[in-house]
């Protein structure tokens, strides 16, 4: 499938997807959501694929955040669409079925801080910005960030940042919990390329029954989410994987995952 502000790139099992309209500082315009969503949907159904990568094109930003020339002719029904629109992608990302890293290359604000928080982990470059600054604008976030930014950071630091829409450095996103590490701007891509590679190593199955214990569990009661993680524990035993992992450790050997 072809993109016009989407790259798209598949190599050793990791698709690294980049939002490519450097001119506009990789900002979230209809079109560019549309293809976003048929992208991660060709991605959840492609089974060669076991890591994903988001990244943004050039040095400046990840994504910069919506595009406010698109959004500024809004009415509200279309933006209740276009909030939908956005929710839909970052929803997608967060059930794709397989991890997904975001490599924050500059700016994450707005719809570019979503995105990033839709991942389940986040790499910066030490050049990264994030924030939440749609009260400057007149509005509030719209593809979920008052929803998923405190479940990651906490009610008081996420209200503090969509408040005043302040804008936070890669180190402060450390400090708080926003990002896993921080590494410089030319050495992102590797690491988080390092990172996949130590996922695909493991077992296939099991990494996507955690993804999937981890992102449904957090909408549960503890009591809940624990019943549920002893029925994907026990899911791992229909696995020809599990047997694979356990005989292999017995016998000190790499395991020979089949993904099954």
């Given at each position: 499938?072809?993109?016009?502000?989407?790259?798209?790139?598949?190599?050793?099992?990791?698709?690294?997807?980049?939002?490519?309209?450097?001119?506009?500082?990789?900002?979230?315009?209809?079109?560019?959501?549309?293809?976003?969503?048929?992208?991660?949907?060709?991605?959840?159904?492609?089974?060669?694929?076991?890591?994903?990568?988001?990244?943004?094109?050039?040095?400046?930003?990840?994504?910069?955040?919506?595009?406010?020339?698109?959004?500024?002719?809004?009415?509200?029904?279309?933006?209740?669409?276009?909030?939908?629109?956005?929710?839909?992608?970052?929803?997608?990302?967060?059930?794709?079925?397989?991890?997904?890293?975001?490599?924050?290359?500059?700016?994450?604000?707005?719809?570019?801080?979503?995105?990033?928080?839709?991942?389940?982990?986040?790499?910066?470059?030490?050049?990264?910005?994030?924030?939440?600054?749609?009260?400057?604008?007149?509005?509030?976030?719209?593809?979920?960030?008052?929803?998923?930014?405190?479940?990651?950071?906490?009610?008081?630091?996420?209200?503090?940042?969509?408040?005043?829409?302040?804008?936070?450095?890669?180190?402060?996103?450390?400090?708080?919990?926003?990002?896993?590490?921080?590494?410089?701007?030319?050495q992102l891509l590797l690491a988080c390329?390092?990172?996949?590679?130590?996922?695909?190593?493991?077992?296939?199955?099991?990494?996507?029954?955690?993804?999937?214990a981890i992102t449904n569990g957090m909408?549960?009661?503890?009591?809940?989410?624990?019943?549920?993680?002893?029925?994907?524990?026990?899911?791992?035993?229909?696995?020809?994987?599990?047997?694979?992992?356990?005989?292999?450790?017995?016998?000190?050997?790499?395991?020979?995952?089949?993904?099954?």
């Open positions: 499938m072809q993109f016009t502000n989407i790259l798209l790139e598949i190599e050793s099992r990791i698709a690294t997807v980049t939002f490519n309209r450097p001119k506009a500082l990789n900002a979230l315009n209809q079109e560019t959501l549309l293809e976003a969503l048929a992208c991660f949907r060709e991605l959840k159904n492609n089974d060669e694929v076991q890591v994903v990568i988001l990244t943004g094109s050039g040095t400046k930003a990840f994504v910069a955040g919506a595009d406010i020339a698109f959004m500024r002719e809004l009415t509200p029904l279309t933006a209740r669409n276009f909030a939908f629109l956005g929710q839909k992608v970052m929803n997608t990302i967060e059930g794709l079925g397989k991890p997904v890293i975001a490599a924050v290359n500059g700016f994450a604000l707005g719809g570019g801080c979503e995105l990033a928080i839709a991942c389940d982990m986040r790499l910066a470059s030490d050049n990264a910005k994030f924030g939440q600054p749609e009260v400057n604008l007149g509005v509030i976030p719209g593809f979920a960030g008052t929803q998923r930014l405190p479940r990651i950071i906490g009610k008081g630091r996420a209200s503090e940042l969509i408040f005043t829409g302040d804008m936070i450095d890669a180190a402060e996103a450390y400090r708080i919990g926003l990002v896993n590490r921080v590494v410089p701007q030319d390329q390092a990172i996949a590679a130590r996922i695909i190593s493991r077992g296939p199955v099991a990494v996507r029954l955690s993804k999937e909408e549960m009661d503890l009591a809940r989410a624990c019943a549920y993680e002893a029925d994907q524990f026990a899911l791992c035993f229909a696995s020809p994987d599990q047997k694979e992992g356990m005989e292999a450790f017995l016998e000190k050997r790499t395991p020979r995952f089949q993904g099954k």
